[in-house]
């Protein structure tokens, strides 16, 4: 997975854009491949999915609704999955609303951050957490 992350950033990074007429094969292609890989590996594949999004035309505004959104999608499908299989105890939910506050932080400053800062700058973070994510993967 890790291997997987780190080709897809490494693209990514190349600035490559898909010119060709975005057909609905080529999203559920990209939706396929990304649900697939979050299954097997148990790591989403959201790299892929946002590249996929980020070959756009669109406004940013329209990316980045597209990104959030496929985003939420995922995270229910997840936590309705593991909802089934029982994963979540007492102790679990606990933690998460400990760690909810700084979570919803962040984002609400990443919200102001995107708001006022350079997109390039994002795309240099987004570049830097994605390798270390691959890294870290790759020596777990």
Not at 90 to 99: D, E, K, M, N, S
Not at 100 to 118: C, D, E, N, T
Not at 120 to 130: A, S
Request: proline share 4%.
């Amino acid at each position: 997975m890790g291997v997987l992350v780190l080709a897809i950033t490494l693209f990514m990074m190349s600035g490559w854009k898909y010119t060709g007429t975005k057909r609905t094969q080529v999203g559920i292609a990209t939706g396929a491949v990304a649900g697939s890989i979050t299954g097997g590996f148990g790591v989403p594949a959201f790299p892929l999915s946002a590249l996929y999004f980020h070959n756009s035309p669109s406004s940013t505004p329209v990316i980045r609704a597209n990104v959030l959104m496929a985003l939420v999608c995922n995270l229910i499908i997840g936590i309705v999955g593991l909802t089934i299989q029982g994963i979540y105890d007492q102790a679990l939910v606990a933690r998460t609303l400990l760690v909810a506050p700084i979570f919803i932080g962040g984002a609400l400053l990443g919200q102001y951050l995107f708001s006022v800062a350079p997109v390039e700058w994002f795309k240099r973070v987004t570049y830097c957490i994605l390798i270390l994510s691959a890294v870290t993967l790759l020596l777990a």
